[in-house]
């Protein structure tokens, strides 16, 4: 800076106007050069600094969801058993004099009556979203499904929740009252199996048993956002 005034004052007074004026719009653009050059090497280490910090929290989703979808699947495939075992009770049920319908129908029935819960790990994404580091996340797809994780597991729970509840409150009691849990083969239950109210609850818990696996498949239900927040939040 002690050089380049020395210049200034040399050719202000040797009344240089143009060259003095050239020097000057000279040192401006440098120093305007300089500035933008500084901006940008910051702006580039915070990028490299944002990064870094993002690839430490796809890592953690990805681990997080890992362990969520692996304590998930053998609750699926115990809805999906549910599921089952109600399609064999109603393929059957009418057909009670037939002992091999009957023997089906006593085989399958207790198995109508799941209800299994889910509650996976979902610290990592509610600190996410709470906080600002949810938009370090670049890839939009990712950031959708952790925006609507939520909703699904919320509509997955919800199902649950109320299959439970007509069990718990309604068939339960009913067959408490009416049938025999002891002995399935008690001529009351053969009854039970004959009223037509309890039928009606037992359409009405396979109605519900269909809503929770609609919540478990297909491309909104909640094991793929799974799947997919797993290989989306993948890095190498």
């Known amino acids: ?45 915070e990028y490299r600094k944002d990064r870094i910090k993002e690839k430490a929290i796809l890592k953690e989703l990805h681990i ?17 058993n549910t599921l089952k075992k109600g399609d ?14 009957r023997d ?22 509610e600190s996410l979203i709470s906080s600002g580091d949810f938009n370090l996340i670049q890839n939009d797809t990712l950031r959708k499904y952790l925006v609507s994780w939520k909703d699904v597991l919320t509509r997955y729970t919800k199902n649950v929740a109320i299959d ?3 069990w718990s409150n309604i068939i339960e009691p009913y067959i408490i009252k009416n049938g025999d849990f002891l002995n399935l083969r008690n001529p009351k239950n053969i009854q039970l199996l ?16 269909k809503n929770i696996v609609s919540a478990i498949q297909g491309k909104d ?3 793929q956002y799974m799947i997919e927040i797993i290989r989306l939040s993948e890095t190498q």
């Open 88 to 101: 064999i009770v109603f393929r059957n049920i009418h057909q009670l004099h037939i002992p091999v319908s």
């Open 64 to 80: 997080n969801f890992k362990k969520n979808l692996a304590e998930f699947y053998p609750i699926k495939q115990s809805q999906l």
């Open 164 to 166: 439970q509840q007509l």
């Open 194 to 209: 004959q009223d037509p109210a309890f039928i009606n609850m037992m359409v009405r818990k396979q109605f519900f048993q």
């Open 104 to 125: 089906s129908v006593y085989q399958s029935v207790t198995g109508m009556f799941g209800g299994y819960t889910y509650y996976p790990s979902n610290g990592v994404v």
């Open 221 to 223: 239900g909640i094991e």
């Open 1 to 45: 800076m002690k050089f380049f005034r020395k210049i200034r004052f040399r050719l202000f007074f040797n009344a240089k106007a143009n060259n003095y004026l050239l020097y000057a719009l000279g040192e401006i653009i440098l120093v305007v050069a300089g500035i933008l050059i500084a901006l940008q090497v910051n702006n580039w280490n």
